[in-house]
């Protein structure tokens, strides 16, 4: 018999980012997912019934009164696995915050008991209201996922918080709460976090350079979900083309020793520090300033230079006082067993080895962890703990990590 598709409440408020909602609703049908798109009156406005209808391939009503047969706002709510809102206004957070039923989202919202994600966007002095940061402390009390505001360009000529975060970031967080069916805990507020994410880039000349296949996606996942959960993150990226998520401060570095920098220096007030990144043991010894031109001679052979292993240089720099928020380091393994020894045995080797707090190892026998979207594996504790991190997806793997680490 086949299985029904999980069932979600696209969620939408009458803002100019309205339109944006589409790009999200088109992720999540293409995704498999049923949606049933509940705009507020206003919406309509900015977006077309018709084409909430068209991009959901169901009906779309924006009161009480319609399909009153069916209690439409009673069977939307109970029924839903998932209730995304995107874009939030200041005007719905207040209402949702106020229990209020005044149209059939809000209506439907009394009646949910699925998880709740929202991604706010309005105005700089409207975000940073006191009026609605008191009714986002509410909803986050009551369990409400609250992704962003972004900073960026707003309408007109501004730019500040309260940006949209991208709908494709607004995506992956939904498909996070669907996975473990609930909302992603707002429980490291203020805690400053470094992660390191993509593989570095070790040039030869201008337009060549040695890298690996890391695509940054388990490191970027963990930015994403520790701001989500409040945190303060900064997060060290090499080589990775994506625009920075909702309230992470992205620092874009391309080589090993670029990466050397920016990590100790972010390290030196961090709490917690997460070496996600694949960084090239090696760099060419010498880097030419002009492409190297081909000739009829054999070519030179590339001689490589060690490069520094920066998880070692921060648990060294944190044993020297040099890091004055005594962070917890988490290092990543990539491993596969053999007749000698089991993955986990490895990990735990590299774990004394580079002498951090806790390791993550990734099992990468059967295909590997590189560019998939779902990882699994195991986090090993330097006191001996160990936890076992099933198949899921990146963003579920960092929430794992999260609960270990924080
Ligand atoms: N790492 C680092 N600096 C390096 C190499 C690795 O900080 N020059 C970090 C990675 O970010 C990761 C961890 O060390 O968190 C493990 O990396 P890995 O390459 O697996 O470790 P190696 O010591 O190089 O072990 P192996 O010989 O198994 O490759």
Redesign the pocket.
């Known amino acids: 018999m086949p299985t029904q598709a999980p069932r979600v409440v696209l969620g939408v408020a009458g803002g100019i980012a309205a339109y944006k909602s589409c790009e999200i609703l088109r992720a999540l049908t293409e995704s498999g997912l049923h949606v049933d798109v509940v705009p507020t009156p206003a919406v309509l406005e900015f977006v077309g019934a018709a084409t909430f209808e068209a991009l959901s391939g169901n009906p779309v009503s924006t009161g009480v009164f319609s399909d009153i047969a069916s209690v439409r706002h009673v069977r939307l709510g109970q029924q839903a696995d998932l209730v995304v809102i995107a874009p939030a206004t200041a005007d719905l957070i207040a209402r949702l915050a106020n229990g209020r039923a005044d149209d059939l989202l809000t209506s439907t919202m009394l009646v949910t008991r699925a998880p709740v994600l929202i991604a706010p966007a309005m105005h700089t002095e409207m975000w940073q209201h006191p009026a609605t940061q008191a009714n986002i402390a509410t909803l986050r009390s009551r369990g409400i996922t609250v992704l962003g505001p972004a900073h960026g360009r707003l309408t007109g000529k501004d730019t500040g918080p309260g940006r949209l975060a991208e709908p494709a970031e607004i995506y992956r967080m939904a498909r996070l709460l669907l996975e473990t069916g609930t909302a992603v805990p707002y429980d490291m507020s203020g805690v400053r976090v470094v992660v ?1 994410a993509g593989g570095t880039r070790e040039l030869l000349d201008p337009v060549r350079f040695l890298t690996n296949r890391s695509s940054g996606k388990q490191g970027w996942a963990l930015a994403e979900v520790a701001a989500a959960r409040g945190a303060d993150v900064t997060l060290i990226s090499a080589n990775v083309e994506r625009v920075a998520p909702a309230g992470v401060l992205v620092q874009r570095v391309q080589t ?1 020793l670029e990466l050397e920098e920016a990590t100790l220096a972010a390290a030196a007030e961090a709490e917690i520090v997460v ?7 090696f760099r060419p010894t010498v880097r030419h300033d002009s492409k190297i031109k081909k000739t009829d001679a054999e070519p030179d052979q590339i001689s490589l230079t060690k ?6 240089g921060l648990v060294a720099a944190r044993a020297e006082g040099r890091l004055s928020g005594r962070p917890t380091i988490v ?5 596969t067993g053999d007749a000698q020894h089991t993955v986990e045995e490895y990990g735990r080797q ?1 774990l004394a ?2 002498g951090c707090d806790f390791i993550v190892v990734n099992d990468v026998g059967a295909g590997g962890a590189f560019e998939n979207d779902d990882n699994a594996g195991l986090i090993l504790g330097a006191d001996g703990t160990s936890a076992v991190v099933p198949h899921g997806s990146k963003h579920r793997v960092a929430s794992q990590i999260w609960d270990a680490v924080r």
């Open positions: 390191t090993a070496m996600a990144a694949a960084v090239s043991d490069n520094p292993d920066i998880l070692v290092g990543f393994a990539a491993e590299k080895r580079k």
